[in-house]
Nanobody
Framework: VQLQASGGGRVEAGEPLKLTCTAS???????LSWYRQAPGKQREFIASVTSGGTTDYRDSMKARFTVSRHNAKDTLDLQISNLKPEDTAVYYC????????????WGQGTLVTVSS
């Protein structure tokens, strides 16, 4: 399994941004998720989508973060609106399967820097 996150960069506060995670080699029943890790902080969950399309969000991120999965292309998009400086972080995607064969894979991350 390989995960490639893209779309990061330097953006101005208030602007929107879309990140894309492209997965290859995943099996059915794999949940794809977005996490982020800000400087000096722990990695935190943002949102996930199961292979069946069920979404889950961290409560504090429901207002500005929208996740969408495209099974035909094995991609997971993360749309962020009204970016804030505190959104500055490395954004990671994760692929997890809880039935045999069980696996968890992480992508390399994409850096988002929000300037005020």
């Amino acid at each position: 399994v390989q995960l490639q996150a893209s779309g990061g960069g330097r953006v101005e506060a208030g602007e929107p941004l879309k990140l894309t995670c492209t997965a290859s080699g995943i099996l059915g029943a794999t949940t794809l998720s977005w996490y982020r890790q800000a400087p000096g902080k722990q990695r935190e969950f943002i949102a996930s989508v199961t292979s069946g399309g069920t979404t889950d969000y961290r409560d504090s991120m429901k207002a500005r973060f929208t996740v969408s999965r495209h099974n035909a292309k094995d991609t997971l998009d993360l749309q962020i609106s009204n970016l804030k400086p505190e959104d500055t972080a490395v954004y990671y995607c994760k692929a997890q399967r809880r039935v045999t064969p069980v696996y968890t894979y992480w992508g390399q991350g994409t850096l988002v820097t929000v300037s005020s």
